[in-house]
């Protein structure tokens, strides 16, 4: 099937650890995003990328970064620098980086820091 | 970015049609109205976007105002598993890229 996939679903993290949210997709898409969701809020973007070895900050970016070595990957880390980082991640991606495009999003992961 | 309104919640029976407004009155020309849900602990789900005339998929229909000022979303025949948080957006291009914008959206609950 093809789709969005994100791991690990929960995850928890100790204050001023670094830790990795996986998404892969196998869509074939070439853009590819990341979303925070607060609970009761909308999304806000945190980084984008149109093509591989490329990415763009979004709104939020602060205490984040992200990679996109392959086209299928774009791995998100939440460095020990993002003050409030327990929140509900999201990673979609879009054929390209258009307008026009229907961003298709995966399942979330949900961040817990203890 | 155009912002919408939506009413905070709604109730539907089960089998009824739904329909959801949504207020855009700052849209520009070339802004797309796109509607997504989101189920509980899910990643939110596409459902349908339209510019200016009415369009219609398998999940759902989207009537759009003449002066695209406003539009409804409207679930033909509405099952228990359509209750979710329904986001009306409006596309905004950015450089490079683009994002969704998601405002508090509608509570949709749809009751046996």
């Known amino acids: 099937d093809g789709g969005i996939t994100q791991s690990p679903k929960y995850l928890f993290r100790k204050e001023g650890q670094n830790v990795t949210l996986s998404c892969e997709q196998n869509?074939?898409?070439?853009?590819m995003y990341w979303y925070r969701q607060d609970p009761g809020q909308g999304l806000r973007l945190i980084y984008y990328?149109?093509?591989?070895?490329?990415?763009q900050k979004g709104d939020i970016a602060e205490g984040y970064s992200v990679s996109r070595e392959k086209k299928e990957s774009f791995p998100l880390t939440v460095t020990s620098a993002q003050k409030n980082p327990t929140a509900f991640y999201l990673c979609?991606?879009?054929?390209?980086?258009?307008?026009?495009?229907?961003?298709?999003f995966g399942p979330g992961t949900r961040l817990t820091v203890l | 970015d155009a912002k919408t309104t939506q009413p905070p919640s709604m109730d539907c029976a089960e089998g009824r049609a739904a329909n959801l407004p949504c207020n855009h009155s700052?849209?520009?020309?070339?802004?797309?109205v796109y509607w997504y849900r989101q189920i509980h602990s899910q990643g939110p789900q596409y459902i349908i976007h339209?510019?200016?005339n009415n369009e219609t998929n398998e999940m759902a229909s989207l009537i759009i105002t003449e002066d695209r000022k406003s539009s409804t979303l409207i679930l033909p025949h509405a099952t228990l598993r359509d209750t979710a948080v329904y986001y009306c957006?409006?596309?905004?291009?950015?450089?490079?890229?683009?994002?969704?914008?998601f405002g508090a959206g509608t509570i949709l609950r749809v009751k046996s």
């Open positions: 869509l074939n898409h070439d853009a």
């Open positions: 979609a991606s879009s054929i390209l980086g258009h307008s026009t495009d229907t961003q298709y």
């Open positions: 339209g510019l200016k």
């Open positions: 990328s149109q093509i591989v070895n490329d990415f």
């Open positions: 700052t849209i520009s020309g070339n802004e797309y």
């Open positions: 957006i409006v596309r905004s291009r950015l450089e490079y890229g683009n994002k969704l914008v």
